[in-house]
Structure formats: structure tokens, C-alpha cells
């Protein structure tokens, strides 16, 4: 289970924002000075919830994506308690409270759902991220939808080079694990811990997962469909409604990746964990795309448009980057995601006194696998995690730390990883707008009684 780091984002983002910029690409889906406007309308967001948020990490806590509101989605009060019957959230599958928090149409896996479970995660856990809600799509009457002047003969999108479901399957396949982490994941830390919250899902660790998917390699299919030399960007969209953030309709959900990724790793899958993908994955066809940001991985994929010129959407220009003090005025790319470690045990655990407890975590980080981990029970100072050693390369790393608890008290719980680049976590997360990347040590607090 290798990483796949043949292709740098934030260097192919940068290079796209500059071309971007100098006016030399096109399709970024929003005029320049809307998306400025945009920008200016989010930060005012962020300063709102910046006052009328206390600084608490609370075990629920509730979504402040301005975007969910608008879009016809549940919006802010309408948390676990006000639509616990399961329509509003937009995502099929059951959201049990002890496995899931919710979020307007979002679902974060609760870290405590983890503890006795194998590597990947049982998908009637795994955390859903919506835009908009889950779309139904039958596997009989659904396209993959090729078109661009990147393939021979320039297709139209009227008019594409089209794929079936069974055509799909007829293809040689691959498995693959591969981790999927929003970019927003820890987000709820930067006001917990930081004192300055930001606009988006509020996560705190759950919106990460690791599975099994299966399916046919992207590279297969675009040869299939004609891919020439001339061909730049692959912009995969997603069959679910266009999102509505802001009073700005920004379409379909999608995200360019430069042809030599689209090539390298990036599936077309139509199954996980061994089952055909279900309704809130990205049935019957997604896209992943193993050490990128969450958002790459579009799911309900129908439209790919394959380009000889460069690419945007609003997923990389406005979104999904680095703004705020420190950043360039146009944001700065999203690299990998960065190292975070769990506990997997729930918020404000109760831990008995005197016995011996043995602490289970896992740590990860979009660059690389992990090298060593770390965990601070409140008493004496960092000591080394034991590593399973099974995991060891993979998209994850389980680890485990024996403690007895002294007296009866709070604790706070600390763990950090190091990933093979060096890149660690430090304990104060640099701040950026949008609340993206979150890489501090989170302090997890527990009960021992
Ligand atoms: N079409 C579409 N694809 C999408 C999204 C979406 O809302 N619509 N959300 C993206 C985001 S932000 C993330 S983090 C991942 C989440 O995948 P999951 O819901 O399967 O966990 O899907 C991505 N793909
Ligand atoms: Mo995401």
C-alpha cells in the first residue's frame, strides 16, 4: 500500500493559479471579481462566528458551513437533536448516534466507532461529506462522459465519448487502499484550542477513512477514449445538484488534476470494501485519488472534460486553499494533508484508576507513512507508541501505549506522529482562513475515576 507522491499538487496548483491569473487558462467557472467578493463574503463569515462562538470543544459540535445553508440543506440548529430521524442530513445510509456526529449534510465518524475494528474502516462508519446531499442513480441509464480537445477527435460535452457500467466492469480492474481525509478535517480545533474559529464543517478528527476500493485505473479508460499528447488537465464532476454558497451557484462539484496524476494512481472505483459502492460513496462510480485532498475524489463522477489547456474550478481557486495573514493575497495551494493523530476512545472518556489501560490510536499524513508516534498521558513526559508493524508503508498506522492512570481526575491525552518526510505535528497549527490542514496536537481530554 505505497504512497503515490509522483505528483506534487501544490506545485501544479501554484503553476495552474499562475497561468490562471495571467489569463492564459480558462473555466474557472466564476468571474475573477465574484470570486474576490467571495472570498471578502467568507472572511466576514469567519469574524462573524469568530464572535458569536464561544471557544469550547464540545462533543457535538455544530456545522458553520455558510455554503450547507444555502443550498437547500439544514442549516445551523438543526444538529443531532432537531432532525435525529435521518432525511434532512441528505445522506442515505443510517447515522446512529454513537457512530456518527452530524453536520447539516455531512457525517463525522465518531473516533470511538474505531476501537476494535481491523485496518480500513467498516463502511456503515465511514464519514460522509456532501455538498449537497446523495444523489440515486441507476447503474442502467448512468455515463461516464469523456470530452475535451485532450482527446482525439475533440468531443463535445453534447456529444462525448461514453462508458457504461458494464463497460467499466468489463475492464481489467484493481484494488487499492487508500485513505480519503477532507481538508477540512481538525477544523474545529482552530477555535477549540486556537481561539479562532473559522467558516466550513466544523470536524474535529472524523472526517477521514480508510478503505478498500476497487475498480478500473482512469489511465485505462482515457486511453480508451482517445487521450492525446496534447491533453494538460482532467476535470472529473459529480452528478449530485450544483452548490449554492454565498448567493453564488458555483455548479457541479469538481477539481482538476494534471494529466501525469490522472495516469499514475487515480481510480475509477466502483467498489468498497468489497461491496458495489453504495449510494453516499459515490454510487455507482467515484474517483479517487490516493495522498490528495479529500475534494479530488469526486464522486457520482459522470462529465470528465479532458484538456490541452489548463483547467479550473472553484473547488481549486477558491476553496481548497491557504488564505489569511502569511498567505498571498490569491491564496496558496493545498499540499498533501497534513499528520494528524486519534485517539480511539470518545471524547471526555471515563478511564477506571489503577488498572492498566492500553491507549489504541492511529496516525496518518497525506506525504507519507508514518515513522514514529508519540503520546503524553498528562504525567513524565512524551514516550515512544508501539507501532503495528502490519501497517507499516500503508495509508495509516495503528499504534498502542500502555497507561496506568494514578488518582481519580481530568487527563489530557496527547499523541503526535512524524511521516517519513520529517513533517511533523507541532502544538499550535498555523492558522489560515478557511480552517483548512489542521496538523496541532490535539488535546483529548478523559475522566479517570
Ligand atoms: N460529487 C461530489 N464529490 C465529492 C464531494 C461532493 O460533495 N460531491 N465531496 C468531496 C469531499 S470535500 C470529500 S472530503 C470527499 C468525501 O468522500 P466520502 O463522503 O466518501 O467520505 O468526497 C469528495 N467528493
Ligand atoms: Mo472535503
Not at 440543506?73 to 443531532?80: C, E, F, K, L, N
Request: hydrophobic share 40%.
Amino acid at each position: 500500500m505505497p504512497h503515490h507522491l509522483s505528483h506534487d499538487e501544490a506545485d501544479h496548483d501554484a503553476r495552474r493559479a499562475r497561468q490562471w491569473l495571467a489569463g492564459r487558462a480558462r473555466g474557472a467557472g466564476v468571474p475573477r471579481a465574484r470570486l474576490l467578493e467571495l472570498g471578502a463574503a467568507m472572511t466576514a463569515l469567519a469574524a462573524a462566528a469568530a464572535e458569536r462562538e464561544p471557544v469550547a470543544v464540545a462533543p457535538q459540535p455544530v456545522g458553520t458551513d455558510p455554503g450547507a445553508t444555502d443550498s437547500g440543506a439544514p442549516g445551523p440548529g438543526s444538529g443531532p437533536a432537531a432532525d435525529a430521524g435521518g432525511g434532512p442530513s441528505g445522506i442515505v445510509k443510517p447515522l446512529p448516534a454513537q457512530l456518527f456526529a452530524r453536520h447539516d449534510t455531512n457525517a463525522e465518524m465518531r473516533w470511538e466507532a474505531m476501537a476494535g475494528q481491523g485496518y480500513v474502516v467498516p463502511t456503515d462508519r465511514f464519514f460522509v461529506r456532501n455538498h449537497t446531499h446523495t444523489p440515486r442513480i441507476d447503474t442502467g441509464t448512468w455515463r461516464l462522459s469523456l470530452f475535451g480537445d485532450g482527446l482525439r477527435g475533440a468531443p463535445t460535452r453534447d456529444r462525448p465519448v461514453e462508458f457504461g457500467y458494464d463497460d467499466l466492469r468489463r475492464l481489467p480492474a484493481e484494488r487499492v487502499t487508500a485513505l480519503v481525509e477532507c481538508a477540512g478535517n481538525g477544523r474545529r480545533f482552530f477555535a477549540g484550542q486556537q481561539g479562532r474559529p473559522t467558516p466550513g464543517v466544523a470536524w474535529g478528527l472524523g472526517g477521514v477513512g480508510v478503505a478498500h476500493w476497487r475498480g478500473v485505473r482512469l489511465a485505462e479508460v482515457l486511453r480508451r477514449a482517445g487521450l492525446t499528447g496534447a491533453a494538460v488537465d482532467v476535470m472529473p464532476e459529480g452528478l449530485d445538484p450544483e452548490y449554492v454558497t454565498g448567493g453564488v451557484n458555483l455548479g457541479r462539484v469538481r477539481r482538476p488534476l494534471p494529466v501525469g496524476k490522472a495516469l499514475d494512481d487515480v481510480l475509477l472505483a466502483y467498489e468498497m470494501n468489497g461491496e458495489p459502492l453504495p449510494p453516499d460513496h459515490g454510487h455507482p462510480v467515484r474517483v479517487v485519488v490516493p495522498g490528495w485532498i479529500g475534494v479530488s475524489s469526486i464522486k457520482w463522477v459522470g462529465p470528465v472534460e479532458v484538456s490541452a489547456t489548463a483547467l479550473f474550478s472553484p473547488w481549486n481557486t477558491q476553496l481548497y486553499r491557504m488564505f489569511g495573514p502569511g498567505y498571498p493575497a490569491d491564496g496558496a495551494a493545498l499540499g498533501a494533508q497534513s499528520v494528524k493523530s486519534a485517539f480511539e476512545l470518545p471524547w471526555d472518556a471515563r478511564v477506571p484508576a489503577g488498572a492498566e489501560v492500553l491507549l489504541r490510536g492511529r496516525s496518518w499524513s497525506g506525504a507519507g507513512p508514518i515513522r514514529s508516534v508519540q503520546v503524553h498521558t498528562g504525567d513524565g513526559g512524551w514516550r515512544p507508541a508501539e507501532l503495528v508493524t502490519a501497517d507499516a508503508g500503508g495509508p495509516w498506522q495503528r499504534w498502542t501505549a500502555r497507561w496506568r492512570p494514578a488518582g481519580p481526575g481530568p487527563v489530557t491525552l496527547r499523541a503526535r506522529a512524524t511521516d517519513a518526510t520529517g513533517a511533523g505535528q507541532p502544538a499550535r497549527a498555523r492558522h489560515n482562513d478557511l480552517g483548512y490542514l489542521f496538523d496541532g496536537v490535539v488535546r483529548h481530554p478523559v475522566t479517570v475515576c
